[in-house]
């Protein structure tokens, strides 16, 4: 099979082209990363440092902050990057990780570990005589598994989608990471 792809880079066009704004962005960016890997870690260490973890509810809030962590460490640190820099680029295999990371992987594992949640307290509030029994530690074990393999389900899909689309024209992508909707707008396909 030939290489149709002439393009092994993309140009990130970002949030705006005025310098003075774009530090301003990072750092609010920079404020709210921290933020949210404070919050996270903390979530993390007093749920594992307490009897937290034994209760259906807390371990799913666990591998929800972790999955949020993993989440928000795929786009982040690249687009504080981009921020301050002049030019603004990804290859082509680091925007394709990126696009099956980010939005669609640990994503995809954070909303379904909110539906698992729900049905958690589903459970603790209509069945509250059996929740122990329904909750069980392997049942947590299950969610967490099910999530995962949802996550990586839906990115596969997505990711094999962009993965054989030629990119033969223009590289500039009119976003701040690498997703799905603007490579299709690049690809020579339609």
Sequence with gaps: MENRNNVTVFI???????????VLCFVSFLFCYIAIWMG????MISIRCTQLINQPMYFLLNYLSLSDLCYTSTVTPKLMADLLAERKTI????????LFTTTHFFGGVEIF????MAYDRYVAICKPLHYAVIMSRQRCHTIIMACCTGGFIHS??????????PFCGPNEIDHYFCDVY???KLACTE
């Design 12 to 22: 990130l066009l970002g949030f705006s082209q005025n310098q003075n704004i774009e």
């Design 156 to 165: 596969a899909s997505q990711f094999l989608i962009t993965i054989f689309l």
């Design 91 to 98: 290859s082509y295999n680091n925007c394709m990780i990126q």
């Design 113 to 116: 570990i909110l539906t698992g």
């Design 40 to 43: 996270n870690v903390l979530i």
């Design 182 to 184: 603007p490579l299709l």
